[in-house]
């Protein structure tokens, strides 16, 4: 009917007759269940960039809007089977806002919220005529007349909300203006049915709270029951392989990793593209988080440069994402700059574990490029001799493994400060990184006989490799090293283990440098 009064459904038919498109809109009944009421019926979801959050605004609105009528675009859908289908289809007011419209030049910024308040009211002005009279409390004031009138509310669909605090990183008091709009938009306002907002951050906090907190926000930390929604789940990555004859295989080594909730998701952009074009590659780069990435890679937050090499190395490192502000500029250590990774897609959160990671080859590309562009002087020239280092451990060469870390060690020297096991056990996963290839991922401290070992690499299914156990001693000997493997038989490996097993003892002493001893383990 208008363009952001009770649209039309055009965006939502083109994706639903695409050449790929997944069924998501049994994601319509959990909003069905929210209407109306006062405590749920705030939502605002935050997805990484290309995660399918404005195909999921556009289902939406075609769904609710009285605008059009949408039956056969939802004939045979799953959303069809649910009792409440028939009862809310087409039969709702739907505001429909996508703010980047509104917002995609800086000349823009002082503008906008009038701007957008004036293109609905416009529409609002066309369906209602005089039941209204615009005053100084601009939209919200308009809207409450008519539901006075009326009373008939209306469901909000914001898509982008989000793009404000992207692209006026600085402006506070811009942030802070948007933000007032929004609670004034929203909170107890009797005309809201529903309120629907997506986009890539959460909701900005000033301290410890949401500035608006009335909604309720389905994160990549706190997925909720919206996990499977947003982005394909493996079963549908794998159909859409065997439709096209794609290697799955591959194809999940490239792309899956996304550990939302309990479901396994990858980027539907980065699955369609690659069936596009048959082509194995990362589609990351060029997006506007991609500068992000390189900036807050260089800066060292508490050793934050460390925590990037172990992820780079397959280990997932924990962090206390409470602290995060939800905007691009406020930082008060570490866990806030991993916390915005995760939000822009470069990590993975494991929830049971409170654990970010690489979630798969396609991001671990992009750290690389911002590696080899940033300023990680030496950590290209390490990883590049990680190859003949494992060659020579298969080897049992311990003196060619420690001339090698030696070198790692001062091509590293200006972000790695040996100062315990901790850094040298960083030194050791950028002289295994090429395991990667041939080793499942690393387990650090793994529990086994009387103690922990501090690094144990095992060996893909069907690799024909030996394990590696690892002990680390800082200013004492590679050989106590060893024996404390076997005092403590760290190698007791669960008896379903029968393959190869290599002791690696290495030490650092601040007078020798670096020793290391390599034996094959004998089970007893």
């Known amino acids: 009917m208008g363009l952001y009064l009770n649209p039309e ?10 050449d790929i498109y ?10 069905n269940q929210k209407l109306n009421k006062s405590r749920v019926k705030y939502v605002c979801v935050s997805r990484p960039r290309r995660f399918g959050k404005s195909m999921a605004a556009d289902m939406l609105a075609a769904y609710y809007s009285k605008g059009c009528d949408s039956t056969e675009l939802f004939a045979d859908r799953k959303i069809e089977k649910e009792e409440s289908f028939r009862k809310h289809l087409n039969q709702h007011n739907v505001i429909r806002i996508d703010i980047q419209r509104f917002l995609f030049d800086e ?9 957008i308040q004036e293109a609905v009211i416009k529409d609002l002005r066309e369906e209602y005529g005089d039941y209204f009279t615009v005053d100084q409390y601009g939209l919200p004031g308009v809207l409450g007349q ?7 509310g209306f469901i909000f669909i914001i898509d982008e909300w989000d793009c404000v605090f992207r692209f006026a990183k600085e402006q506070q008091e811009i942030q802070k203006a948007y933000l007032d709009f929004l ?7 009797e005309y809201v049915e529903l309120a629907y907002m997506t986009g890539i951050l959460p909701i900005k906090k000033y301290g410890e709270h949401s500035a608006i907190n009335i909604f309720k926000e389905f994160s990549m930390l706190n997925p909720g029951p919206f996990a499977e929604y947003f982005g394909f789940t493996e079963g549908e990555v794998e159909g859409l392989c065997k439709r096209y004859n794609v290697d799955y295989g591959k194809t999940r080594e490239w792309y899956d990793g996304y550990l939302i909730g309990d479901f396994h998701i990858y980027n539907p952009q980065a699955v369609t593209e690659l069936i596009d074009s048959g082509v194995f590659r990362s589609y990351w780069t060029g997006t506007e988080t991609y500068e992000a990435l390189k900036i ?9 440069k460390e925590t990037v090499i172990r992820m780079l190395s397959n280990v997932s490192c924990e962090i206390d994402p409470s602290t995060c502000q939800n905007d691009m500029t406020t930082f008060k250590g570490k866990d806030d700059v991993l916390t915005l990774l995760l939000h822009l897609g470069y990590l993975s959160f494991d929830e049971k574990s409170s654990k970010v990671f690489i979630p798969n080859r396609e991001i671990a590309m992009e750290f690389m490029r911002s590696v080899k562009t940033g300023g990680w002087d030496g950590l290209i020239q390490a990883l590049e001799r990680s190859n003949e280092l494992l060659k020579k451990t ?3 060469d311990g003196e060619a493994v420690a001339a090698e870390m030696a070198a790692i060690h001062r091509e590293t020297a200006s972000m790695l400060k040996y100062s315990n096991e901790n850094s040298l056990t960083c030194t050791i996963l950028i002289a295994y990184y090429s395991a990667k290839a041939y080793y499942m991922n690393p387990l650090l401290e793994l529990p086994s006989g009387k103690g922990y070992a501090d690094v144990v690499y095992l060996p893909k299914r069907d690799i024909d490799k030996p394990a590696l156990v690892v002990e680390l001693k800082w200013n004492q000997s590679a050989e106590s090293a060893v024996a404390q493997i076997k005092e403590r038989k760290y190698a007791d490996w669960p008896k379903e283990y029968t393959g190869k097993i290599l002791l690696i003892g290495i030490a650092y002493d601040d007078r020798k440098g670096h020793t290391c001893i390599i034996e094959e383990y004998t089970r007893p």
């Open 394 to 396: 298969w080897e049992l």
């Open 107 to 115: 000349a823009h910024l002082d503008i906008f919220i009038d701007k």
């Open 183 to 189: 609670r004034g938009l929203f909170k107890g306002a």
């Open 146 to 152: 008519i539901y006075g009138r009326t009373k008939q």
């Open 296 to 304: 807050y890679m260089d800066m060292d937050f508490d050793g934050l």
């Open 9 to 18: 459904n055009e965006a939502f038919r083109q994706a639903v007759t695409d």
């Open 22 to 31: 997944i069924d998501k809109t049994k994601m319509i009944a959990i909003m």
